[in-house]
């Protein structure tokens, strides 16, 4: 079946620092992968996509590349700021959808001023 | 302007009452779904209708039935409430479009607590 698999956090930086929250998945057929985050007491928004190898999906200074060799879609962003704290889920999408998103268990990312 | 919505926010009750969450989406979606997040944060689909019709039931215990009555929602009923049911549910919709369906929209999230 369907997995993914991410880094958990929580995760703490310093404003300005480079991050990375890593994430592999394994899946059948050639899946969507999407980046969503959920802000303290909020729901899920998403953050980026990509639906085909080498894509990049990019978004607020976020960016994340569907490696299919790698089986792998690493979020990065250059420069993060305090607002940037919040829970981040890596998900894929399969067969279209029609399983639904399977999700990592989340990254919870700290950003001190 | 709210784009998918839920209704109520939070719920308190106790075990063994029978609840409702709606869910409502302008989107024009033709695909919807129901997630449970339990509190360590995982995300699990429970539900997903498409046309009002369902096309996934995962692993969830029959007191749990969704109710489509047309395209723009789908409340769920919970009966007899157990203290594991307490989590928050949330509601997603998507548009199926050339063989794929698009980017699930989620809604602000109910947080149900069993007491």
């Known amino acids: 079946g369907n997995s993914v698999t991410q880094m958990e956090g929580p995760v703490t930086l310093s404003e300005e620092a480079f991050l990375t929250i890593n994430c592999t998945y394994t899946?059948?057929?050639?899946?969507?992968l999407f980046w969503y985050v959920q802000y303290p007491g909020e729901g899920l928004q998403l953050l980026l996509k990509a639906t085909k190898a080498d894509d990049k999906g990019s978004n607020k200074g976020f960016e994340a590349t569907y490696r299919k060799e790698t089986t792998s879609f690493h979020l990065e962003k250059g420069s993060v700021q305090v607002s940037d704290s919040a829970v981040y889920f890596c998900?894929?999408?399969?067969?279209?959808?029609?399983?639904?998103?399977?999700f990592g268990k989340g990254t919870h990312l700290i950003i001190q001023p | 302007d709210t784009a998918v919505s839920q209704t109520p926010k939070y719920l308190v009750t106790q075990m063994g009452n029978d609840k409702s969450i709606k869910c409502e989406q302008n989107?024009?979606?033709?695909?919807m779904y129901w997630y449970k997040q339990d509190s360590k944060k995982f995300l699990k689909i429970m539900f997903s209708?498409?046309?009002?019709?369902?096309?996934i039931n995962e692993t969830v215990p029959n007191r749990f039935s969704p109710k489509s009555p047309d395209k723009a929602h789908l409340n769920l009923h919970i009966n007899s409430l157990e203290l594991g049911d307490s989590a928050v549910y949330f509601c997603?919709?998507?548009?199926?479009?050339?063989?794929?369906?698009?980017?699930?929209?989620f809604g602000p999230g109910t947080r149900l607590l069993v007491l």
């Open positions: 209708y498409n046309n009002k019709e369902l096309i």
């Open positions: 997603a919709s998507s548009q199926f479009s050339g063989g794929a369906r698009e980017t699930q929209y």
């Open positions: 899946a059948t057929g050639y899946p969507s």
């Open positions: 998900a894929l999408s399969s067969r279209g959808g029609a399983d639904g998103l399977t």
């Open positions: 989107l024009g979606h033709d695909t």
